[in-house]
């Protein structure tokens, strides 16, 4: 299934406004947010729930529970696959530096209108 051109362009917009800190290690926390953190800002369904310095998302259609990557249920609404996810997540992580793949919101969004 592709990725739903009208998410994915909210999506990538979000990523580019510089509304969103851009954090690593989980879909958001204090620090900032993962991109994948910003898709499910964008897609709304859900709510975010603090635990610790950490928040965990509540999927609103299947009341599962996420702190690194966002359930199913997303997956099937947006058409964004597990192993992009995976990928994407990689991208943003700053530990992914010395690896030469570390890369800001603007490149993300740049590489999901690409590749996705």
């Known amino acids: 299934m592709p990725l739903d051109p009208e998410f994915k362009e909210k999506w990538c917009t979000a990523l580019e406004s510089g509304d969103y800190k851009q954090g690593n290690g989980s879909l958001r926390s204090d620090s900032g947010y993962c991109c994948l953190g910003v898709a499910l800002e964008v897609e709304g ?10 928040f965990q998302y509540v999927d609103g259609e299947d009341d599962s529970i ?14 964004l696959e597990e192993n992009q996810a ?10 992914s530096d010395y690896l030469g793949k570390h890369s800001d919101f603007k490149q993300i969004a740049k590489f999901i209108r690409e590749n996705y």
């Open 45 to 54: 369904k859900g709510k975010w729930q603090a635990v610790g310095y950490n």
């Open 66 to 79: 996420s702190v690194a990557l966002p359930k199913r249920a997303f997956f099937s609404r947006t058409g």
């Open 86 to 95: 995976y990928e994407l997540a990689d991208m943003n992580d700053s530990t």
